[in-house]
């Protein structure tokens, strides 16, 4: 059964406190994605990468940065948090290769922060 | 730009109706289209990839169709259970390899 786990289920963070998100996966795959899922605004894209040491600026990179040291891993970083990073974040994979495509998701990172 | 949407945002049936959910998309140049299911805090789960070449694929009581020409993908529940409650999300993956998500239909199954 495909896996992709996300080490926090729940965080509580201060103001200016480095956060760090965890996501392994067990697919051997090479893509992986960071997402965050507001009310109202849908998902939208931090950062992704298309294999290990790369890494590419998604559509809201600002505050955030990325890790992708083994293949399996890829770490979303917040090096100061703020209170408008609240918000529930999403990390998923998929295999390299657009033709196939099926995209996993973890079950998700709820990080308040105050 | 692509741009997806799901109407409605929400949508309660009674138990035991079929029903069906939409997802269209404003460019047809697509690699495939998937659905999702999310539960109220929770990750997202696949259900359902559809290729390009593909017009419909089939899970159990779901089956998803594809009409690229009309920009549209219907997401059909067979039987609905109250288990089957949830926010239903497409996502269309483009030619340039980037990924849209609608925002989703939330879906109550009433018992």
């Known amino acids: 059964d495909v896996k992709v786990t996300q080490s926090s289920r729940y965080l509580v963070k201060r103001t200016g406190e480095k956060v760090f998100l965890e996501c392994v996966q067990d697919m051997d795959h090479e893509n992986m994605f960071w997402y965050r899922q507001d009310p109202g605004l849908g998902l939208r894209l931090i950062y992704f990468?298309?294999?290990?040491?790369?890494?590419e600026k998604g559509d809201i990179p600002e505050g955030y940065s990325v890790s992708r040291e083994k293949k399996e891993r890829f770490s979303l970083i917040l090096e100061s948090a703020s209170t408008n990073q609240t918000s529930m974040y999403l990390c998923a994979s998929r295999t390299g290769g657009v033709s196939t495509g099926e995209l996993f998701f973890g079950e998700g990172s709820r990080l308040t922060v105050l | 730009k692509q741009e997806v949407t799901q109407i409605p945002a929400a949508l309660s049936v009674p138990e035991g109706e079929n029903l069906v959910l939409n997802c269209s998309f404003t460019d047809s140049a697509i690699y495939n289209l998937q659905w999702f299911r999310q539960d109220p805090g929770k990750g997202l789960t696949s259900l359902l990839l559809i290729q390009s070449s593909q017009r419909e694929q089939t899970s159990g009581r779901l089956n998803a169709s594809l009409d690229k020409s009309s920009g549209r993908s219907t997401l059909y529940i067979a039987a609905s259970q109250p288990g089957d409650s949830a926010t239903y999300l497409c996502a269309v993956m483009n030619r340039d390899d980037k990924i849209i998500f609608g925002k989703g239909t939330r879906l109550h199954i009433l018992p």
């Open positions: 990468s298309y294999d290990v040491k790369m890494k």
